[in-house]
């Protein structure tokens, strides 16, 4: 072999110019995946893993259920109407919660289990008003469940349970009422219309907009005593020990259980969805880069063959097989990916170290302070690997034309 | 002893019949010349004989051992047979010295000693210095000797040269032409394709060809 690498390197050599080219084509295909990939994954990675941290691996919730009888037919004069929106025949609560969690808590599977009372709420601060989600949470059980006290600013939780008229609120909810500091005082309005003065303890700060923009944590007794709903609640959330097991284990729940049971990845099955198109589109662009830099291979070895058809003549009369030929100018094909891979893989670190080296706010899905890289080695295994298979596809069909070459008709053509 | 030997070789391309049926042996050590007009069909025996091409009918054989050319005949190329064109057909991105050493690194000879060979090989044939050049930076004669001395690598015993002075000016093709006679005279044997006659006369077999048969062969006293 080593004399068909010393061909191929010579060859490549003295084609100075349009191997720096091709080289550098799959250079930018290589550079192009490290970079975008680690950009992609690492915002993706970044938004599953405050998801997974933030929200419950499992929910359970009352099954929502329409009554059918109470979908109302009648003539309209000459028409019949269907009237739907019927209110659900269930009442929103979990009865029996409280044997429910004491079951969870001893499943193997399940790390930590939490009640709520979930509603809907108004925030008043001022003359400000913001909707929001209110969330009744048990103080001590909730950290089991959700790594809640991750987020908070002033790791304050503890306050929820000693006074019970505090809350905390979310970072983009408290800048939209315009709160910038704890200790403030804000009415909560509920659905049923009653309303109480409340002390904001902690900011609660997750990056994810969504959630920052509209979450409010409230003892759950205060939030049951303010809606009415002693010793309700209407969700009871799971941490289980492995979080790929979420949808498994919510499996068998649904199956045991009268509720309705929901893992993070059904509850974020858009976002998941959307990740997966994203994903396509970004590889989809990588793999046009690497496309055109293979066009770059094919073109130089093809002009390579045509111009080489002498010398290929020639190798093939001092011996050389036609496997031998094919082999050379397969490794030219080779050795431009593979330096190319080599190069691309440089320019993909310093674009990694340059991306995350910006310093920007980054408002979107998830808010962060630059941009989250994902940079794993995989992505430069991957890279390289493609282009190396790239580089082989684009040389093969010009080195086995080469290889098929009747050094005969060269001799007798003149060359 | 035969070194080489054809028997009811027939080529044909296409619908044209280019050799007819030639029989011929050739011993070891001889120097032999092929002559014959244009399309007599002289290069198309010796493309044969090297084992470059294979006939559409009849028989190669090498020391007696018949070629099986559904094989891989390219290591005998390599081993035993050394090519000289009316063109010296040097690869420009090599030096002297590396064109030289092409079939001993195919033959996986050691790189050092590849390169020892090589280095002797062009000194005997007198270009000494020029070792470490490209082929635009030396004379035409010099290029074919470069091409002498590739053939001669492996120490093949079979030379083919196809006009191997067509291009060159008459001092440089006697020049060519001595070095033959001093390769032959070691053993070597020679197998030339030539139209010049005067060339022929200085080896020791003129074999005549026409039209795809040979017409006269003779061996000559020297």
Known sequence: MRYILFI????????KRQTTVSTLGVAIGVSAFIAMSSLMMGFQGYFIQ????????????????????????????????????????????????????????????????????????????????????ILGIDPNLEPKASIVEKFLENKNLHLLKSDKDTVIIGKLVAKSLGIREINKKLILVTPNG?????????????????????????????LQALMERPNESNQIILKVKDVNEAEKISKNLQKRLPFQVESWQRAYANFLSIFKIQNIITYMIVIAILTVSAFGILNIISMTVMEKRKDIAILMAMGYSRMDILLIFLCQGLIIGAI????????????????ESIELDVEGIVRTKGFVLDRSPMYYLYGSLFSLLFSILASFYPSYKASKLNPVDIFRSGG | MKILEVKNIVKKIGQEEILKGINLSIERGEFVSIVGASGSGKSSLLYILGLLDRP???EVYIDNKKIDFDSDVSLIRNRRIGFVFQFHYLLPEFTLLENVMLPLIKAKVDRKKAEHIAYELLQMLGLNGKEK???????????????????????????????????????NTYKVMEIFQEVNSKGKTIVMVTHEMDLAQMTKRIITMKDGTITDDKRLEL
């Open chain 1, 8 to 15: 191929a390197l010579k060859l490549l050599l003295e084609r």
């Open chain 1, 50 to 133: 405050q998801v997974i941290d933030l929200e419950p691996h499992i929910t359970i919730k009352p099954t929502e259920e329409i009554d059918e009888k109470r979908i109302v037919k009648k003539f309209d004069g000459e028409s019949l109407v269907e009237i739907y929106g019927s209110k659900p025949k269930e009442k929103d609560k979990i009865i029996g919660w409280k044997d429910l969690v004491e079951e969870l808590q001893k499943e193997n599977r399940i790390s930590g289990v939490a009640p709520r009372l979930v509603t809907r709420g108004i925030l008043k601060y001022g003359v400000k008003e913001k909707p929001v989600t």
């Open chain 1, 194 to 222: 009653n309303s109480q003065l409340v002390k904001v303890v902690d900011f609660f700060n997750s990056g994810i907009t969504n959630i920052d923009d509209a979450r409010v944590y409230i003892n759950m007794k205060t």
């Open chain 1, 340 to 355: 190319g891979a080599i190069i691309g893989c440089i320019v993909g670190f310093g674009l990694q170290e340059y991306m």
């Open chain 2, 56 to 58: 559409t009918e009849g």
């Open chain 2, 133 to 171: 050049r490209k082929i635009y930076q030396v004379s035409g004669g010099e290029m074919q000797r470069v091409a002498i001395a590739r053939a001669l690598a492996n120490d093949q015993d079979i030379i083919l040269a196809d006009e191997p002075t067509g291009n060159l000016d008459s001092k």
